[in-house]
């Protein structure tokens, strides 16, 4: 195991998880908790759930699985900044295995993923969006507000390559 993969386990062994989920989740309500606490806390959170160890724990434990991913998807239509959201995406990518199925199933994983991006495709199409240059990603947006045309692809280019059903025929 790499000196990462171990880290990363021993956070989510002392419920960092957990801990970071919190901080996410207050920074929603308390405009204290800076930025880039936020937007490393989801890196973070990506990190320790892309490590094969914490999977293999979580398997044993998918009603843990299951308050990850329901707290991680409210979180999507929060006022975030779009690289929380983007570590969110990803976050939830890794916890959407077929491992899981039974509890993506019973969090209508699909389509809670479905409606946020009917709701960020909505929510973020407006004339500045038509305007603003798309070479120059924004780097100081700070919520859901206004984003960059690149922004909304980058998160919607996202959504379309993480979360797309598998052709069954």
């Known amino acids: 195991m790499s000196i ?3 880290v990363t386990l021993q956070l989510f062994d002392l419920n960092f998880t957990q801990w970071l989920l919190g901080l996410i989740e207050r920074s929603t309500k308390n405009a204290d908790i800076h930025v880039f606490c936020v937007d490393f806390a989801t890196a973070l959170l990506a990190n320790i759930f892309n490590n094969t160890a914490v999977i293999e724990k979580l398997e044993k434990n998918q009603r843990l699985v ?15 900044q779009t690289t929380v ?10 916890l959407s295995k077929d491992c899981f199925r039974v509890v993506l199933d019973e969090c209508q994983f699909l389509d809670k993923i479905s409606d946020f991006v009917e709701w960020y495709t909505l929510k973020h199409t407006s004339p500045m969006d038509l305007v603003v240059n798309t070479d ?3 780097l100081t947006h700070t919520g859901g507000g206004a ?3 690149s922004e909304r692809k980058t ?5 379309a390559h993480m979360f797309h059903q598998k052709d069954a025929s």
């Open 4 to 6: 990462k993969e171990d």
């Open 66 to 80: 299951q308050d990850f991913m329901l707290r991680q998807l409210n979180l999507l239509k929060e006022n975030v």
């Open 85 to 94: 959201l983007i570590h969110l995406l990803i976050s939830l990518s890794y």
């Open 136 to 138: 120059k990603p924004s």
């Open 147 to 149: 984003r960059t045309i």
């Open 155 to 159: 998160v919607l280019d996202l959504c």
